[in-house]
């Protein structure tokens, strides 16, 4: 049985996000998984409204970063400030300092302001000026982009990708769902008055939960197999790394328990692999991140010549 205070998230970012619900899903996994999520999409799908309802539904600090060729680091980290009365540098902290972080068009800035971000996706912390702050649990990176926005973009290195834990797309709405954002147009009419239904350590303890949930020895050989073929394929230059086989395993087990399991099935990592993956294995057709569908079609003819654990 599905954990009512995760059913309570879905409704409600489904009361403003008409979309597929398999994108609120994938968000959620990202979230219990201690991951980040990258949205890949076409303007006008819903990627920030989407961002903004998972952050006002939980009861923690929100910041949204419209990243721009322009921005520096200090920008985003924050910066020392001199105190006149105590003779000293304070520091002034920067908008990565929020439980919930939505970096707007992160292809859009500079491969250094991108930078800036790694060390606090990969290890919930910051460093400025020899010092070193912790950030606060928990702590989710909520980036998009563009994929056919090519010009005054940057793309996104290979170990700024990684840190992703899953790379979505949201698609287009079906059609009555779209009738039913003409009709009720929620990212002005339901977005600002929506209500928090958890707070923060309630997403902690649900983070917590996420490790203690079982996966079979034969589900982890499946997982490893993924990986070994990928590693082998005669069309991928690069493939899953052992960090990448690791976030598979966490977000099978926080799609289990998302789907109100304590275990892991071998659904929970088929329906996985592209979003965990396609972003960290390289095509030999296009040696650059910009091609995900390339990708995606590799992994899913993998998929299907992999038997999988019953």
Do not use: W
Not at 37 to 45: F, H, N, S, W
Not at 95 to 102: E, G, H, K, S, T
Not at 184 to 201: H, S, Y
């Amino acid at each position: 049985m599905a954990d009512p205070r995760i059913e309570a998230l879905k409704q409600n970012i489904g009361s403003v996000f008409f979309g597929h619900p398999r994108a609120v899903e994938q968000l959620l996994i990202g979230l219990l998984a201690r991951g980040h999520v990258l949205i890949e999409d076409v303007p006008g799908v819903g990627k920030t409204v989407l961002a903004r309802a998972l952050a006002r539904s939980i009861n923690c600090r929100f910041s949204r970063l419209q990243l721009t060729p322009d921005l520096l680091p200090s920008d985003v980290l924050g910066v020392s400030v001199y105190n006149t009365q105590t003779n000293t540098f304070d520091f002034k902290p920067g908008p990565i300092f929020a439980n919930i972080v939505l970096a707007d068009e992160i292809n859009r800035t500079t491969p250094r302001t991108q930078s800036a971000l790694l060390e606090a996706m990969s290890e919930e912390q910051v460093s400025v000026e020899n010092q070193t702050f912790a950030l606060r649990r928990p702590f989710m990176v909520i980036a998009t982009q563009n994929p056919f926005e090519f010009e005054g973009t940057y793309y996104l290195p290979e170990n700024q990708l990684d840190r992703f834990l899953l790379r979505i797309a949201l698609g287009y709405p079906e059609r009555a769902s779209e009738q039913r954002i003409l009709m009720l147009q929620p990212a002005r009419t339901r977005l600002d008055e929506l209500k928090a239904v958890v707070d923060a350590q309630t997403i902690i303890d649900l983070q917590d939960q996420v490790p203690k949930v079982s996966i079979d020895s034969a589900i982890v050989d499946y997982i490893l197999d993924i990986a070994d073929a990928t590693r082998h394929d005669d069309e991928l230059h690069l493939g899953v790394s052992p960090r990448g086989a690791l976030a598979l395993t966490q977000a099978a087990q926080a799609s289990a328990l998302l789907g109100g399991r304590d275990y892991v099935i071998p659904d929970d990592v088929k329906n996985l692999v592209v979003p965990v993956c396609a972003h960290r294995v390289i095509s030999k057709a296009y040696l650059h991140n910009g091609d995900a569908h390339v990708t995606a079609r590799i992994l899913q003819r993998i998929l299907d010549q992999l038997p999988s654990p019953t």
